[in-house]
Nanobody
């Protein structure tokens, strides 16, 4: 059974960098064909695909976030990490990590999500 678990601070100050980690069990993040993905949902809005990292470690980003987002991984811990710089209150959302098989969408496994609020 594949499980994903997000972790990170629930409150971030404006202009700072948000950092979240997704810990994966039951599957290796280096296995071919999987896209290890970050998604978020802001209040009153739909799901937003933020970016993903694939089995060879290459990241891909949403064009709207490319200048601020960075996705990396730690294969020794089977974790991947999202960093989002220069956050504003508009970055307040529930952040999810998920796995997609063969393409960037759809997802077969999700984490439970973690609320991040950007506020001073």
């Amino acid at each position: 059974q594949v499980q994903l678990q997000e972790s990170g601070p629930g409150l971030v100050n404006p202009s700072q960098t948000l950092s979240l980690t997704c810990s994966v069990s039951g599957a290796s993040i280096t296995t071919n064909n999987y896209y290890w993905t970050w998604i978020r949902q802001s209040p009153g809005k739909g799901l937003e695909w933020m970016g993903a990292i694939v089995s060879d470690g290459s990241p891909a980003y949403s064009p709207s976030l490319k200048s601020r987002a960075s996705i990396s991984r730690d294969t020794s811990k089977n974790q991947f990490t999202l960093q989002l710089s220069s956050v504003t209150p508009e970055d307040t959302a529930v952040y999810y990590c998920a796995r997609a098989d063969g393409s960037i969408w759809p997802f077969d496994y999700w984490g439970q999500g973690t609320q991040v609020t950007v506020s001073s």
